[in-house]
């Protein structure tokens, strides 16, 4: 995958992105992760929160072993959608979820699938960074513990090492996991993730609190990370989406039939044809900067 | 402060004088809860003094036989009775604390918890009096059938009502530090494929260790102050013994025995309740800084 | 949606491939725990339903209009509650009456005065000691300077002490003012000295209460009373005591309440003196030599042998649990009531 080369002719076209030409976009989708089969299809979504609707009709693929955005104004859904994926919705009171979201062959939001072990299956890492009050170990060690996985230091450090974090830690392995600054405990998430042997990671905006050089580590981290692991991304910086990802998905917030605000999917495709050539002109909108 | 330099060059009159002299009275009436303090251990240690003037200390310690018409003044049997009744009524309010304050904290629908909290708070504003009472009539009969033989006056009924009393202490104050850990905490376990019952164990409980702890502790000392339910249920009787079916005196009993009676100030006996009073004081005193030490040192700040 | 124009794979496209997932199977040990903490709250709830009802069953029946109005009796079927129930009205005016005006004063000067930045009020007595030479000004004024550089560790030290305070066992309270008010005072073994004792044993507790509500009120009241000219103490009075005074009501409440069960420290302070007079309602009345209270008349109830009294000390329970509910009802609608929104 030329995930290097993507990562930096994404950045001009940021600058220039009514000049991006839709020619060359076309071209380089193909040859982008954004074409692997979808490990992820969903399929009319909507999610209610008591009788409020906070997205509905959301369709689209997300494909494996690549980097899915979601992007666009707050309030759109972008997380509501992307807490869909591993079932998180079920733990708040009221909420429901419609429509179908097929992994693989079969749709998990169906009720005799077991949420538990989907979420072993699905990873997640938070907005902020939220390791346990245990040491740098026992943090790892939880969710291999929850998942049937034997905690030994070698899986430990595998870890560790795929998140990056390794070298800075490994003879602070007892100490707590607070002691580390915010970005080496965005890694720990993530490694925590990574230690149960995933499927896919999904990330909730993952750099909002951090600043731009813990930021730049983590982006880093995705990219290589999606050589073994399908990552969708919340994000709100476009910038960040158009670095990284392989596909976006701008969301938006419309005015529902009863006046309520909900959140609903403007459009997805790669991320070059998004950033350079979106079709639809809220999109355009908002990347250009004229909104959000 | 502004009202000095009035911009119209006025002089503050407006209650100057009489404004002072408000301040001086509301800090007057600060110091007073100094003076208690004061008070509290001026008078316990003066009593207590003279007491141990005529029972040395030593054998007021290590004495094992508290028998004040004979002169034995051995602290033990009632400081024994003290710590048995505590710990039988940890050991009720312990899981009984925890478990409510699990379930309020990580089960229960909210709106049932908003009804069960106050519910069980009840029973930490319900009059001890009436605790002892509950034990004599209705949970010493009750043991009674279970355990034959069992005397009117025994440890056990008086731990179990204590327990009860301190189970609210517990759980309303476990609860607070519980529901303190930050949700994405949870999260962050749910989303590993942590099932409840590992995010609240695993999670929530050993971030929450420190307030669990420090309420547990808190509860102990209430319950071994706690007076008239053991008076009531436990009996009148000094007895050396870890027996929790046999009848015992605690401190607080005594104290409650020498004063219906008529000791005349100034007596031995009469100095016998301040002495033991102090130790009462100082023992639930060092318990309370425990607690308070153990949240400052391991509480965990989170944003 | 634009499914149509993007280059995802078409629905055609085949799903990758996943393992299948897992049904949905069941945990015993994660029902067992749930219904092990379910148990947990339930014991606790039912043995306060078994205590309640095994009052209201033995009491009940004792209930009556001669029983609130009787004069107390070594004759169970005859003993009344009445003076109980004048004495514990006596014990809460004395309490009330000395207890809320310190405690209230007290958390007034710690929340609003004690805290206040001393920076500027020390530069000003600095500068008006050098312009002094009077000696007695300035003793007065080192004194006060004094004061305010000493003040933030005082206030410490009462903010350590109160909640020291709150949690010293209620007997202890009792040994105080049998030694205090009935030794070196000489106040006989009477209500007055118990209403002290209830009096000393509260203040903690309403000081808490009222600095909690006196902090609810936000700072900016006070500001914005004072940028129009008023000094801190006018700020006060006018804007945020009045603003508080619901919580501080309710505090002392509550407060009064757990006063009001207390039988311990009426018992050192007073012992338990069987008699059959009938306190006067008024809290200063000589007459009322005899410490009577609901606590000490229950205690003296439930600690006869004989079976009939245990029924009258139910019925004297009901009496106080009714006292006790009505308190904290008013409590409740008090705070609901008035509670703002800041």
């Known amino acids: 995958m030329t995930t290097d080369v993507d990562a930096e002719t994404n950045a001009p076209i940021q600058i220039s992105v009514a000049a991006g030409s839709s020619a060359q976009a076309g071209s380089a989708a193909t040859a982008t992760p954004a074409g692997n089969p979808p490990i992820f299809r969903m399929q009319d979504l909507g999610v209610w929160y008591g009788s409020h609707q906070a997205v509905r009709g959301v369709t689209m693929d997300v494909p494996r072993n690549a980097i899915t955005a979601l992007i666009g104004p707050s309030g759109c859904g972008k997380s509501t959608t992307l807490r869909c994926l591993n079932r998180m919705n079920d733990l708040v009171p009221g909420a429901r979820v419609e429509g179908t979201i097929m992994f693989g062959d079969e749709n998990l939001l169906s009720s005799d699938v077991d949420p538990v072990d989907l979420r072993g299956r699905i990873g997640m890492v938070f907005q902020k960074p939220n390791p346990f009050p245990k040491s740098i170990r026992d943090n790892i060690e939880f969710g291999m513990k929850v998942n049937g996985i034997k905690p030994t230091p070698e899986r430990v450090e595998q870890a560790l090492r795929d998140a990056a974090l390794w070298d800075e830690v490994k003879d602070r392995l007892k100490e707590e996991a607070f002691s580390l600054s915010g970005g080496q405990q965005q890694r720990l998430c993530i490694a925590r993730a990574i230690a149960v042997e995933p499927e896919v990671i999904l990330m909730d905006e993952p750099c909002s609190a951090l600043d731009p050089i813990a930021t730049l580590a983590i982006e880093e981290l995705m990219r290589k990370l999606a050589e073994r692991f399908t990552l969708v991304v919340v994000t709100h910086n476009m910038q960040q989406a158009a670095r990284v990802s392989d596909q976006v998905a701008f969301m938006t917030v419309e005015g529902s039939d009863e006046g309520e605000r909900c959140g609903v999917l403007a459009e997805v495709g790669t991320t070059r044809q998004i950033f350079s050539a979106p079709s639809d002109p809220r999109t355009e909108a908002y990347i250009t900067g004229r909104v959000g | 402060m502004t009202p000095a330099r009035d911009p119209r060059g006025r002089k503050r009159t407006r209650g100057s004088l009489g404004e002072r002299a408000v301040l001086l009275a509301l800090a007057a009436a600060a110091i007073i809860s100094i003076l208690i303090t004061v008070g509290i251990v001026v008078v316990l240690v003066s009593e207590g003094a003279t007491f141990f003037t005529d029972v040395p200390i030593g054998e007021f310690f290590t004495g094992t036989e508290w028998f004040p018409v004979e002169g034995k003044y051995g602290v033990l049997p009632l400081l024994n009775a003290s710590i048995v009744i505590a710990l039988i009524a940890a050991l009720v309010a312990v899981p009984l604390g925890l478990g409510s304050a699990i379930y309020l904290s990580e089960y229960a629908p909210e709106r049932l918890r908003r009804v069960v909290k106050p519910v069980l708070e009840v029973l930490a504003g319900m009059p001890t009096i009436v605790l002892g009472f509950f034990a004599l009539d209705a949970v010493t009969p009750a043991l009674q059938k279970i355990i034959p033989g069992l005397g009117l006056y025994n440890a056990l009924a008086a731990g179990i009502v204590v327990g009860l009393l301190i189970t609210p202490l517990i759980s309303s104050l476990s609860e607070d530090s519980m529901r303190a850990v930050p949700n994405a905490m949870r999260e962050g376990a749910f989303g590993l494929g942590a099932t409840r019952r590992v995010v609240s164990l695993r999670v929530v409980v050993p971030a929450a260790l420190s307030g669990i702890v420090a309420s547990i502790v808190l509860a102990i000392s209430r319950a071994i102050g706690e007076t008239m339910a053991v008076t009531l249920a436990a009996g009148t009787v000094p007895n050396l013994s870890w027996n929790p079916l046999e009848g015992m005196q605690t401190i607080t009993a005594y104290i409650v025995q020498v004063s219906k009676g008529e000791a005349t100030r100034g007596s031995l006996q009469y100095e016998s309740i301040f002495a033991v009073g102090l130790l009462l004081f100082v023992v639930t005193l060092a318990i309370n800084i425990v607690a308070v030490r153990i949240v400052r040192r391991y509480r965990t700040v989170y944003q | ?342």
């Open chain 3, 1 to 342: 949606m634009s499914t149509a124009e993007n280059s995802t794979p078409t629905p055609a496209a085949p799903a990758a491939t996943v393992r299948p997932l897992a049904k949905k199977r069941a945990r015993p040990s994660e029902q067992a725990f749930k219904w092990l903490v379910v148990i947990l709250t339930g014991i606790t709830l039912a043995m306060l339903a078994w205590l309640i009802t095994s009052v209201v069953l033995k009491g009940a029946g004792s209930l009556s209009w001669d029983f609130l109005t009787g004069k107390p009796s070594a004759n169970p079927a005859k003993a009344g509650f009445n003076s109980a129930l004048r004495g514990s009205i006596v014990l809460m005016i004395i309490t009330i009456a000395v207890a809320w005006p310190i405690g209230v004063a007290a958390a007034l000067y710690l929340e609003k005065f004690a805290t206040q930045s001393a920076a500027l009020a020390e530069r000003r007595l600095a500068t008006k000691l050098e312009a002094t030479t009077g000696g007695a000004m300035r003793a007065w004024l080192h004194t006060r300077l004094w004061w305010l550089r000493v003040r933030p560790k005082v206030v410490h030290l009462v903010d350590v002490n109160i909640s020291n305070l709150a949690a010293v066992p209620s007997i202890i309270y009792g040994l105080l003012g049998l030694a205090i008010f009935v030794g070196i005072m000489g106040i006989q073994k009477s209500l007055l000295a118990g209403g002290l004792t209830l009096a000393v044993l509260i203040l903690p507790i309403i000081i808490i209460a009222s600095r909690e509500a006196l902090r609810a009120v936000p700072v900016s009241i006070e500001q914005g009373a004072m940028a129009l000219g008023a000094t801190r103490w006018q700020a006060v009075r006018r804007q945020v005591f009045p603003a508080a005074l619901p919580g501080i009501l309710t505090g002392t409440i509550l407060a009064v309440s757990r006063a009001i069960g207390e039988t311990a420290p009426l018992i050192v302070v007073g012992g338990i003196v069987f008699g059959t007079a009938v306190p006067s309602l008024n809290p200063l009345d000589a007459g009322n030599e005899a410490l009577f209270a609901m606590p000490l008349q229950i205690y003296f109830w439930t600690d006869q042998p004989q079976a009939s009294f245990q029924a009258i000390a139910a019925a004297g329970i009901i009496v106080l649990l009714a006292t006790l509910l009505v308190m904290n009802l008013v409590a409740i609608i008090l705070r609901n009531r008035y509670s703002k929104r800041w």
